[in-house]
């Protein structure tokens, strides 16, 4: 399987601020936004990754991340010229999809909860087999969003693009996992009237198919779209209380590819060297101290 982070557009909503820095590059609490969606497709076991930037921010991404090594990963870069809607990303794609099935995760998009590695497995699985999978969060504002309705039995009965008059109030949050094909899929959709090439008309495609599934997230669950002032301090807040708590890094990419063998602890601790000043790196000491127990 292939992953995609979708990390272009302008953040007009966080201007000042994105006047000069991207908005996936701001940190929430002690790391960039963008390790969050990271650490979302290495918990899901995706190791091929295409990070897909503004011309202008691409530099500062690959500053950050270069090509992965240091997480045992594989990063590609491409650019976005101009942000024509998120089903733009798998044919922006196209060619680093291949003939893999694919999950795209957008780079502001936050999620932590119990036996989330197990619903990542799921809809990984799911896609394998031929089936979309799209997650739904309970949320009280669903006008905002792109709306699933869902029977009892969470079986899909539409979807739709931010309505005035939602059928349910289960926001469709920003990951997406498709099978093989999904380029091919996506480039049959047509703009709408936002000038975009929606999402949601690349799930009503699988969905016409009966080919779309759908997991609802538990008020165990978490999930922040943090592309608000408020919703980035909120997310920082609500890190901050974890990690305290916990006496941990939360959504820790270096721990994920440590754990899944990818990388070994000579690269982590030489990532804890360069973070020594800091709680993150301290974690990552203790982290390898722990293992050799």
Do not use: H
């Amino acid at each position: 399987m292939k992953g995609i982070i979708l990390a272009g557009g302008s953040g007009t909503r966080l201007y000042p601020i994105t006047e000069g820095i991207s908005k996936q590059l701001m940190p929430i609490y002690d790391k960039p936004m963008i390790y969050y969606p990271l650490w979302t497709l290495m918990m899901a076991e995706v190791k091929d990754i295409l990070i897909i930037t503004t011309r202008e921010d691409q530099k500062n991404f690959q500053r950050l991340l270069k090509k992965g090594e240091d997480l045992g990963i594989n990063i590609e870069y491409l650019i976005q010229e101009k942000p024509e809607g998120l089903a733009q990303s798998f044919i922006i794609g196209e060619k680093f999809i291949g003939n893999d099935s694919c999950v795209m995760i957008l780079g502001d998009n936050i999620f932590y909860g119990s036996n989330f590695k197990e619903l990542l497995i799921m809809a990984r699985d799911n896609a394998i087999r031929g089936y979309a999978t799209i997650f739904g969060s309970k949320v009280r504002d669903p006008q905002r969003f792109g709306i699933m309705e869902v029977d009892k039995n969470e079986n899909i009965i539409s979807v739709e693009e931010k309505p005035i008059y939602p059928k349910s109030n289960y926001a469709i949050t920003g990951l997406y996992f498709y099978p093989r094909g999904v380029s091919e899929k996506a480039s049959q959709i047509t703009k709408s009237l936002r000038g975009e090439y929606e999402i949601t008309a690349l799930n009503n495609l699988y969905l016409q198919d009966n080919r779309l599934k759908a997991k609802v997230l538990g008020n165990d669950f978490t999930w922040f779209d943090t592309g608000t002032f408020d919703s980035q301090l909120e997310a920082s807040n609500m890190i901050r209380a974890l990690e305290n708590n916990k006496d941990r890094v939360i959504c820790c990419p270096e721990e994920i590819s440590f754990r899944n063998g990818w990388i070994n602890e000579e690269k982590v601790l030489k990532r804890a060297k360069l973070l020594e000043k800091n709680s993150y790196g301290r974690y990552l000491s203790k982290m390898v101290m722990e293992r050799e127990k």
